[in-house]
């Protein structure tokens, strides 16, 4: 597609419950990011994918948190036994390569609320 | 530990006021810096990006940032805000060599007022 898709756009879930969000990067892009947004904060690294591996889950808060590529295209990240503190906007962005030249392009978001 | 700071939260300004925003960050490598824009209810977009050369860089709408190695410094101006300037903006870095990931800044919110 043009740009990054997300979705859902938004997300109301109760405290407990799983939840699975989705990124449809720029095709041909092999680098895929997730980051999250909070509240007053900066956005927070999660997890960076190069085709379908993940090279670098350093940003992954707790093991509620995971996340897959299939087809060196869609990528899915779950959150299980959703926590209030998880409520934030998680965005994600693709670029042609890894490292800054290349430029990333950011999905809209996928603002999750967790009640 | 490494890290990117700004250090305006929340800028207020009128029309035609000149903008400085500061960002500064910890890395003592080679990096990429970005400033990045998001305008309400939109995602966000690239405003400019320093990766080797001039350390003064034109972005898109005006604005421009200047490099300065020596203060680890990214500070991004523009001489005559507008309105439709307002919105959110961060910095952030890509130390050089890594997986290509950015690590931002807190934001700084900039309001216009007419």
């Known amino acids: 597609g043009a740009g990054v898709s997300q979705s859902p756009s938004n997300k109301v879930t109760e405290k407990g419950k799983d939840v699975e969000l989705r990124c449809d990067p720029i095709?041909?892009?092999?680098?895929l990011y997730w980051y999250r947004q909070s509240l007053g904060q900066g956005l927070e690294f999660l997890i960076y994918?190069?085709?379908?591996?993940?090279?670098?889950k350093s940003g992954l808060p707790s093991d509620r948190f995971s996340a897959e590529r299939t087809g060196g295209s869609v990528s899915t990240l779950t959150i299980q036994r959703t926590q209030q503190e998880d409520s934030a906007v998680y965005l994600c962005?693709?670029?042609?390569?890894?490292?800054?030249?290349?430029?990333?392009?950011f999905g809209s978001g996928t603002r999750l609320t967790v009640v | 530990a490494q890290s990117v700071s700004q250090h305006n939260h929340h800028v207020i300004l009128s029309e035609a006021a000149s903008l400085e925003l500061g960002c500064n960050y910890s890395?003592?490598?080679?990096?990429?810096l970005f400033w990045y824009v998001q305008y309400p209810g939109q995602h966000l977009q690239l405003l400019l990006k320093?990766?080797?050369?001039?350390?003064l860089v034109k972005g898109i709408k005006g604005f421009e940032a200047e490099f300065i190695k020596s203060k680890f410094s990214f500070n991004l101006r523009k001489p005559s805000v507008q309105w439709s300037d307002t919105a959110e903006y961060f910095c952030?870095?890509?130390?050089?060599?890594?997986?290509?990931?950015?690590?931002f800044g807190q934001g700084t919110t900039l309001q216009v007022k007419p």
């Open positions: 962005a693709s670029s042609l390569g890894t490292g800054g030249a290349y430029g990333y392009t």
């Open positions: 095709s041909g892009h092999t680098a």
């Open positions: 994918f190069q085709g379908n591996s993940a090279p670098d």
């Open positions: 890395y003592g490598g080679t990096v990429n």
């Open positions: 320093y990766f080797s050369g001039d350390p």
């Open positions: 952030a870095v890509n130390p050089s060599g890594n997986t290509g990931k950015l690590i």
